[in-house]
């Protein structure tokens, strides 16, 4: 079943879960917010992001209502919905709530140590714009590595976290200059990937097209060029053509293509990618959660 299907299939199935802790419960309970967070994010990995910003801002006021101030709820469904908000460009929004989700999860000590690498990891993708429109990448480096070390000591190795920290440390080292630094961390992201989520899931596809743009620095064009086509195939089979990953990879295909002096071909590409995010409104990259 590709990754749409199951989407829809997990949305129907949450709907029916959120309805039934609702009849029995109420709102606001914490079991029924618990489910309601849950598909909250399932609306968000579909690119539905305004529903999926409004569901989740509908259960924080939840949360107000019943629990208290400092409930480690209140900062989980906080960070989720920094992750929604970054998803549209509304990083300042997005920075400010997990800068304090991660000063909650540390202040949590030993209990709040996953969680904590969560926020780390959500924190690091989703700060340091600079004045000229650039990136802080080497700013977030010391984030990423200190998630990667709590990820590793608390997480099986088949964890979708530790894989999705390791990806995500290859990623700023890259961007930061370290191409070498960041060859190993890519070749673990795919192998933890592969073994947790298999080679047709579209967090697979993301590693891909992340380690399409190292190849690219390293001067193997060719496969390069592949790897990103084979990405972006897989996220088109597994989400639809339309879904907003698919709109980011064909992006990163046609800014290789631009940056090797074809350019016609990646504007084209480029253009088509852009047209398939901006219909659901997104802009930056996909956060970590």
């Known amino acids: 079943m590709a ?9 129907a199935l949450a709907t029916r879960v ?40 509908s259960l924080i006021a939840s949360i107000d209502r019943t629990l208290e101030p400092d409930h480690p709820m209140h900062a989980e469904a906080t960070g989720a919905l920094a992750v929604m908000l970054a998803e549209v460009g509304k990083d300042d929004e997005a920075e400010a709530l997990l800068r304090g989700e991660v000063a909650y999860q540390r202040s949590r000590g030993p209990d709040g140590r996953v969680a904590l690498a969560r926020a780390l990891e959500n924190y690091a993708v989703t700060r340091g714009k600079t004045p000229d429109g650039g990136m802080d990448w080497a700013g977030s480096i010391p984030m990423l590595r200190e998630a990667l070390a709590i990820a590793e000591e608390r997480m099986a190795p088949g964890s979708t976290l530790l894989a999705s920290v390791t990806n995500n440390l290859a990623v700023y080292l890259m961007r930061d200059g370290q191409v070498d630094a960041a060859e190993p961390y890519f070749q673990r992201s795919l192998a933890l990937q592969r073994a947790s ?3 047709a899931h579209p967090d697979y596809a993301w590693a891909l097209m992340t380690y399409a743009q190292q190849l690219s620095y390293r001067g193997r064009r060719a496969e390069a060029e592949r790897t990103v086509v084979r ?3 897989i996220m088109r089979a597994a989400l639809g053509p339309e ?14 293509l631009v940056r090797w002096g074809r350019t016609d071909e990646g504007m084209r590409i480029g253009r088509e990618g852009v047209r398939i995010r901006s219909r659901s409104g997104a802009v930056g990259g996909r956060a970590a959660r």
């Open 243 to 256: 879904h907003p990953n698919v709109g980011m990879a064909m992006i990163t295909h046609g800014t290789l």
């Open 3 to 11: 990754e749409g299907d199951s989407l829809g299939l997990a949305d």
């Open 231 to 233: 990405a972006t195939r």
């Open 18 to 57: 959120t309805a039934a802790y609702q009849a029995a419960y109420g709102p606001d309970h914490p079991r029924t917010i618990s489910a309601r967070s849950h598909q909250a994010m399932i609306l968000n990995r579909q690119g539905q992001y305004d529903q999926a910003q409004a569901a989740q801002r």
């Open 197 to 199: 989520v298999g080679t």
